[in-house]
């Protein structure tokens, strides 16, 4: 249950001056690639901010090759220590099995097949549970709100009932919390625009319940309302130019502008009798203009 935001005191009941100005706080989407992967993309990032709470300050989730391997190796890897942590209490590999189900929901084969980039089709599309099984050794807990059950319609009272735990046996206590939004089978990240940048994580207790509330708001005001099919609620994602390209592509720019600029002077140098354009010198008489042109020109 979400805890009710503190009362705010009025201003009227100490002297002016002496209160800060409320703190500026707005919800927003930071975008995931959108590959069919978008769950693992989803997942490097949270592993990044569990090291660097400003990994994404500027907006922008790197989405690269590199990450998505590297995360998709963690969840397979923390899914072995999880089940041979339980090994010895079990006497066949059918036991073992039915606690790996127990604990996924699925049989570990499915599993397997999706976290290690196999799966084909929807079947590809990670989990939930793959984003706990990522984070079952971290201090962040993804809290996941699944738009399918809001629209611009729903009672704010009730916005709270999107909101899923990524939860997986045997994991860390968590302190800190990272928002998933989980729209028309995709993952975004669910962040707060503040005056110090995008914050993305969040301590348990009123600052995650503050930040929740406002971005299950920003949520149902980007949704249309119940029986419309519902659009995006944030832009695509796009790969940001490295600093080495956009100079190349500024470098670039400036000497097409410098060229443009000179094709321009050299199709309009002034000659006797008229303008010198694109090889054709224009004449202007009294009664019509008329343009010789000196390669088709028979008397020349």
Not at 5 to 16: D, I, L, N
Not at 31 to 39: E, L, Q, R
Not at 290 to 300: A, D, L, M, S
């Amino acid at each position: 249950m979400l805890t009710p935001p503190a009362p705010v005191r009025s201003p009227s009941s100490s002297p002016v001056g002496t209160l800060p100005p409320p703190p500026t706080l707005a919800a927003g989407i930071v975008s995931i690639k959108a590959d069919g992967d978008c769950c693992f993309h989803l997942a490097g990032v949270v592993g990044k901010l569990c090291t660097d709470s400003l990994a994404v300050a500027d907006g922008y989730a790197a989405c690269s090759n590199d990450t998505i391997t590297q995360a998709r190796a963690r969840i397979l890897e923390n899914f072995t220590k999880l089940t041979q942590s339980k090994q010895e209490f079990f006497t066949s590999s059918e036991e073992q099995e039915g606690h790996a189900i127990t604990l996924l929901g699925e049989s570990s084969s499915i599993f397997i097949e999706r976290v290690s980039g196999k799966a084909v089709g929807e079947a590809r599309l990670g989990t939930n549970t793959d984003l706990a099984m990522f984070t079952w050794q971290e201090n962040v807990r993804v809290m996941v709100v699944n738009t399918c059950t809001i629209s611009r319609d729903t009672a704010d009272e009730v916005l709270d009932k999107a909101v899923q735990y990524a939860a997986a046996a045997g994991e860390r206590d968590k302190t800190r919390m990272v928002c998933a939004i989980l729209h028309k089978k995709h993952y975004d990240l669910g962040v707060l625009h503040t005056a110090e940048g995008i914050q993305a994580v969040f301590q348990v207790g009123e600052e995650w319940d503050n930040a929740i509330r406002l971005i299950l708001r920003f949520i149902k005001a980007k949704l249309l309302p119940t029986g419309q099919a519902q659009c995006l609620i944030c832009p695509r994602w796009k790969e940001r130019k490295q600093e080495s390209e956009v100079k190349a592509c500024a470098d670039l720019s400036g000497v097409r502008t410098r060229s443009t600029r000179a094709q321009v002077i050299a199709r309009e140098l002034p000659v006797e009798g008229g303008t010198l354009t694109r090889g054709k010198t224009k004449h202007t008489t009294r009664r019509d203009t008329h343009t010789h042109t000196k390669q088709h020109n028979p008397h020349t």
